[in-house]
């Protein structure tokens, strides 16, 4: 088992997808 893997929490994933959501968004916009 890698370490440190259980002792992320589960707030960091969500402000990961956020984050990647957020940069979508972002990308879409100003390309446009």
């Known amino acids: 088992m890698i370490f440190?893997?259980?002792s992320v929490p589960m707030w960091f994933y969500v402000l990961?997808?956020?984050v990647?959501?957020?940069f979508i968004i972002a990308a879409e916009w100003w390309t446009r």
């Open 4 to 6: 440190g893997m259980d």
């Open 16 to 18: 990961a997808i956020c």
């Open 20 to 22: 990647v959501i957020l």
